[in-house]
């Protein structure tokens, strides 16, 4: 059964800084993985899709990484922002099997960014 | 678009009672799914369907729990009798494709007392 680990769960920085939140999996064999952002009560955004042919995607300040050899991915936000303040959570979607297509997701990182 | 619409947003009811949970995913979207999220399990799929018909309802967690979809703009999750272990936030979701990028709506924010 895929496992999906986040870390770390809550981070604080200054505005500005750039910082990088972790996402591990347990099984390699994943279709692909999604970054989402949820904002304090609404439902999930979804940022960045990484096809599991892909090692990397980018959109404005964020990038985001795959590794399936290592079960690792990461999301790189460049000069954070106050308004960047959300929950940020990785799934993926499982690649065999009868989970196939289904989103296992991440416990998700709380960042803040303060001014 | 006006992206996926839930309604209620919230709902507050008692144990026992039953609650019916709605979703109009986005036109031209042919998969559509329900999410379970609370702080113990995270995220959770129930159920999803592609052009109306359920594909996978391994998530359901017991009998009490329902859903369906008459047409492509409209689903339900009906849970009969509700308890207080149920209270969570229910997502729906609906996608082009499979697998492929999900739109989330905003969110029923249950509570059974």
């Known amino acids: 059964k895929q496992e999906v680990t986040q870390i770390p769960a809550a981070l604080s920085v200054p505005e500005g800084e750039n910082l990088v939140l972790n996402c591990s999996f347990t099984d390699s064999a994943i279709y692909n993985l999604q970054w989402f952002r949820q904002d304090p009560g609404k439902g999930l955004t979804s940022l960045l899709l990484i096809q599991s042919s892909q090692r990397e995607q980018t959109s404005g300040r964020l990038n985001a990484s795959l590794d399936k050899s290592s079960g690792r991915s990461t999301l790189y936000i460049a000069a954070s922002q106050p308004g960047d303040s959300a929950t940020y959570l990785c799934?993926?979607?499982?690649?065999?099997?009868?989970?196939?297509?289904?989103?296992?997701f991440g416990q998700g990182t709380i960042l803040t960014v303060h001014p | 678009d006006a992206g996926v619409i839930q309604s209620p947003r919230h709902e507050v009811t008692e144990m026992g009672q039953e609650v019916t949970l709605r979703c109009k995913p986005i036109s031209g979207h042919d998969y559509l799914f329900w999410y379970r999220q609370t702080m113990m399990r995270g995220l959770e799929l129930l159920i999803y369907f592609n052009n109306n018909v359920p594909i996978d309802d391994s998530g359901m967690p017991e009998d009490r729990f329902s859903a369906k979809m008459p047409n492509a703009s409209f689903s339900t999750l009906k849970i009969q009798p509700s308890e207080p272990r149920d209270s969570a936030v229910y997502f729906c979701?609906?996608?082009?494709?499979?697998?492929?990028?999900?739109?989330f709506g905003p969110g029923t924010r249950l509570t059974v007392l």
């Open positions: 799934a993926l979607a499982n690649a065999g099997g009868t989970s196939y297509g289904k989103l296992t």
């Open positions: 979701a609906s996608s082009p494709g499979y697998p492929d990028t999900q739109y």
